[in-house]
Structure formats: structure tokens, C-alpha cells
């Protein structure tokens, strides 16, 4: 019995223990987001298949070689007239049966078909390098997505911090103005204005607990984190705003972006995949060699080149004159293929340089929101200040007070914003450019 009792009091304390929140670095966060991401996985499949393609094409151009070996019996019946096996030879006419061996080699290889299957092997070297390159930039949007995310749970979290604070003062404040009111120095509105205004920061309070659940709940998701464990994050913020150019980004980004790199690709590819269509209706040469044995005897030492075998070489001109119209209709697809890869490549450009002058606008906004947020910071913090100094000797009201308070909070959480948004937009710019994406 003592013994049950102290394995139950263990199993209580180690139930009352609090679990050790797991941490993430964003370093951390960004190389688990990648091993666990479904798309990432689905583009390095997709690569593997490009590659396993090239080898295809690659066996197109050397010889086939096919080995056959065959032993079995066979039965026949009475015949009236000659009886003859699979071979050519007699057989009884009154039925026999016997046993029968083979032995084949079989070896074709096409020679010249106009440059038809070179064709087809770039067309997928081409297709395989775009999947690389598709499988880069799945990466490094990837990478973008879960540093916005991981930064959003930052921010929520300050955001979150700055509203306790600001309930905090708010308490305080009722306070203040409850024991001024209570010796009648200040009027009972002061003080039913002080406590509505600590009610709608507890509100507030509680939608910022929500949005950083809901951005707890994002980078879990992200992480494939389970929603019941805690995670803890590095929530130092290291700003260092830096001019950037547009037309310069834009330069890098025509060369270096990796969907675009993709599109040339393809284009290329789809380039000569009609090639190789169009010359699939010129006549092509091959060649075959073929060598076979055959006996109802298995030979001495496995010897087939003595008795009973034959062999040839021989070469062969092929020309499809009518396929029901199949080699024309693959033109007009390989044709159209390649237009539409063209249009594709030309649509990603559009939007790529969309993407960067949007980002570098972003970037731009947030550096100047972050220089005016903390200069309005200093202001609104000496602006409490002062507004609680005046409230304190009665040359202040305190609906002052409360706005001096809220224009703190409004200040705070400005700086916080105009921070996160330019660590995203700055990780986006890098993304959107095709420049390696750094973690601070």
C-alpha cells in the first residue's frame, strides 16, 4: 500500500508539472517547415520523374537487348498427315511427346531518324531542369510563408504585451481616480469615465489573446506542430532598414528568379518537343540482330552456337504513309504546346515584376512608418506623462489622461507593425528577386 501511494503521489506531480514549451528559432522554424511541407515533397517527386524521363530518352538511343530461354514438354496427338513440332521437325504420326529448348538473342537499335529522338531527349533534360527550378522556388515560398507567419506570431504576441500593459495602466488609473473621488476631489464621471475606459481595454485585451491564438494556431500548422503542445519563439526584433533600388531589383530578378529560370526552360523544351513531331513524318533507319537456338536436346555444356541455331543482321527502312491523321495532330499539339509555354513565361514576367514593385513599395512604406512610429512613441510616452502629472495636481482632466494613455498604446503597436512588416517584406523582396533567403 505504500508503495501504491507514493507512485500515485508521483504520477500527481509529475501531472501538476508545467510541460516545457518547445523552441523555435526562426532559423529552427523555417528548416522543420521544409522537411514537413506537402508541396515540397510533391515538387521533389515531380523532379524525380522529370529525371527518370531523361533516362528514357536516353535509352532511345542506344540498342535494346533481349535474352530468352525457354524448357518445357510438350504432348501431341495421332495425325494423319506429317506431324511436325514447333521447330519444323517430324514428330510421329501416331503421337508423342518430347522435351523442347530455346535459346534467343534479339538486339535493335534506331540509327538515324532525322534528329526526331535528340530532340525528345533535350525536350526532357529541359523539363527536368525546370522542375529544379520549380522545386527552388517552392522552397524559398516556403521559406517566405513561414517567416511571415513566424513574425506575425511575434507581433501577435507584443501586440498582446502592449495590451496588458495598457489594461494594467487602465486599472491603475481607476485606482487613482477612485481614491481622488472618494475624498471628493474628483467627480463620480471622472471616475465612471476611468472604469469604462479600462472595460473596453480588457475587450480589446481579449481580441488580442485571440489573434495570437489564431497565429499560434498558423505556425503550428505550418510546423506540423501538434495544436495541444507550446511553442515558444525568439521575440527580439533585429530591424536594419535598407535602401533599395527598383530598377536594380528588377534587373537581378529577370535573371535569377526561379519560376522565371523555370519558364525558359520549358519554353525551350517545348521548343523541341515539336521539333521532334515534325520530323517523326520523315522516314527513319534502323538496324536489329537476332540469333536463336532450338533442340529437344539441352546441349553439352550449355553450348549453343554448335548445332541447330540460326542468326541474322539486317537493316530496315520505316515510313508511316498513314496513321489516321496521329502524327499531324501531335504537330499541332507540340505546336501549341510551345505557344502556350511562350505566353506562360511572358505572364510570369508581368507578375513578377508586379510582385517586386509592390514589395519594394511595401518596403518603402514601412521604413518611413518605422521611423515616424518611434519618434510618435517618445512623444506619446512624454505625452502620458505629462497628462498624469497634470491629472495628479488637478490641472488636467481625466479624459485627457485616457486619450495621452491610448495614443501610447496606438503608438506601441504602430512600432510594432511598421518593425514585422519590414522584416516580411524585406524576406519577400529577397524571395520575389530569387536571391537566397537569409534568417536573421
Known amino acids: 500500500m505504500k508503495i501504491r501511494g507514493v507512485i500515485i503521489a508521483l504520477a500527481i506531480c509529475a501531472a501538476a508539472m508545467p510541460v516545457r514549451a518547445e523552441y523555435y528559432d526562426l532559423e529552427r522554424a523555417v528548416d522543420v ?10 515538387s521533389y517527386e515531380q523532379l524525380q520523374q522529370s529525371r527518370s524521363n531523361v533516362l528514357t530518352r536516353y535509352g532511345a538511343l542506344m540498342p535494346d537487348l533481349t535474352f530468352s530461354l525457354y524448357t518445357g514438354h510438350s504432348y501431341v496427338g495421332p495425325s494423319q498427315g506429317v506431324a511436325v513440332d514447333a521447330q519444323g521437325r517430324p514428330i510421329n504420326s501416331l503421337g508423342s511427346d518430347y522435351d523442347a529448348y530455346s535459346f534467343s538473342i534479339n538486339s535493335s537499335m534506331n540509327l538515324f531518324d532525322w534528329g526526331s529522338t535528340y530532340s525528345n531527349l533535350k525536350q526532357a533534360r529541359g523539363n527536368a531542369e525546370a522542375a529544379g527550378y520549380d522545386l527552388e522556388y517552392q522552397k524559398d515560398f516556403i521559406k517566405a ?47 465612471l469615465q476611468a472604469r469604462v475606459d479600462f472595460a473596453n481595454s480588457e475587450l480589446t485585451m481579449l481580441n488580442a489573446r485571440n489573434a ?63 521539333r521532334a513531331a515534325e520530323r517523326s513524318l520523315l522516314p527513319s533507319l534502323a538496324a536489329s540482330f537476332r540469333y536463336g537456338w532450338n533442340d529437344r536436346v539441352w546441349p553439352d555444356n550449355t553450348n549453343f552456337f554448335e548445332n541447330d541455331y540460326s542468326w541474322g543482321v539486317g ?51 514601412a521604413r518611413e512608418r518605422l521611423a515616424l512610429a518611434s519618434e510618435n512613441v517618445n512623444y506619446a510616452e512624454e505625452n502620458v506623462r505629462l497628462a498624469q502629472e497634470r491629472y495628479r495636481v488637478g490641472a488636467g482632466t481625466v479624459l485627457e489622461s485616457i486619450n495621452a494613455s491610448a495614443s501610447l498604446t496606438r503608438a506601441q503597436a504602430s512600432l510594432i507593425e511598421a518593425q514585422i512588416d519590414l522584416l516580411v517584406n524585406h524576406a519577400d523582396l529577397l524571395r520575389a528577386t530569387g536571391r537566397p533567403i537569409s534568417t536573421p
Do not use: C, W
Open 33 to 42: 517547415a521544409l522537411d514537413v511541407s506537402t508541396q515540397v515533397g510533391i
Open 145 to 191: 510563408v513561414v517567416i511571415r507567419e513566424y513574425y506575425d506570431y511575434v507581433k501577435q504576441r507584443a501586440l498582446r504585451k502592449v495590451q496588458e500593459d495598457d489594461v494594467e495602466a487602465k486599472r491603475r488609473n481607476v485606482e487613482q481616480v477612485e481614491a481622488f473621488y472618494k475624498i471628493g476631489s474628483r467627480t463620480k464621471a471622472d471616475f
Open 212 to 274: 495570437e491564438a489564431l497565429a499560434s494556431v498558423r505556425l503550428k500548422n505550418r510546423l506540423n506542430v501538434p495544436l495541444s503542445d507550446d511553442i515558444e519563439v525568439n521575440e527580439s526584433l533585429d530591424v536594419t532598414p535598407k535602401d533599395v533600388d527598383l530598377s536594380t531589383e528588377v534587373q537581378y530578378m529577370v535573371g535569377h528568379r526561379s519560376d522565371l529560370l523555370a519558364g525558359r526552360e520549358r519554353v525551350q523544351a517545348s521548343k523541341n518537343g515539336m
Open 315 to 365: 537493316l530496315s527502312v520505316n515510313y508511316n504513309a498513314f496513321d489516321r491523321f496521329q502524327t499531324k495532330s501531335s504537330i499541332q499539339s507540340a505546336r501549341a504546346q510551345h505557344r502556350i509555354a511562350e505566353y506562360n513565361l511572358q505572364q510570369s514576367k508581368l507578375d513578377a515584376i508586379l510582385d517586386v514593385r509592390q514589395i519594394v513599395l511595401n518596403l518603402e512604406q
